[in-house]
């Protein structure tokens, strides 16, 4: 039953890819939520998993250390940056964590004297790969729909 009134749906437009990729790695999820009504059940779970995974990390006293960048230095270690790159693709909650760490909102901030440190960090390093593959994926799903709006032009 239609009425007379009903305005056809607009056509599904791609999302810019930029703006996909940067609100993608804020928050880490909402790449899916932008695409609209299918993306959405999967930008809900997405962000849940990232948000609570990284949660249990912060949780275990884990969190992103900044590295040491200079490699004539005692504390330089390639490990510790290519892990510092990972875990920050976890968006805001990754740069949450490392204003922690630099003084700010110290009951958030990693403790690397505790037990469960390096557990906790691990968590936090899944949700920052976790984000980045999210990220991927949603640009495919974007590319895709540009295809399907081209091939029916």
């Known amino acids: 039953m239609t009425t007379k009134n009903a305005q056809p749906s607009p056509r ?87 204003a922690a760490h630099a003084g700010a909102w110290a009951h958030f901030a990693p403790a690397p004297a505790n037990a469960y440190f390096e557990l906790g960090s691990l968590y936090c390093l899944t949700a920052g790969a976790l984000n980045y593959f999210v990220i991927r994926q949603s640009q495919e799903r974007n590319e895709k729909k540009a295809f399907e709006i081209l091939a029916k032009q």
Request: charged share 10%; aromatic share 10%; proline share 6%.
């Open 12 to 98: 599904p437009r791609p999302v810019s890819p930029f703006l996909l990729v940067a609100l993608g790695w804020l928050i880490p999820g909402s790449g899916f939520l932008l695409l609209g009504r299918k993306g959405r059940a999967r930008g809900l779970i997405a962000l849940l998993a990232i948000h609570l995974t990284f949660i249990v990390g912060v949780s275990l006293k884990g969190g992103v250390v900044w590295p040491v960048w200079a490699v004539r230095e005692a504390g330089f270690n390639l490990i510790n940056i290519l892990t510092f790159l990972v875990e920050m693709g976890a968006g805001w909650l990754a740069a949450l964590s490392l």
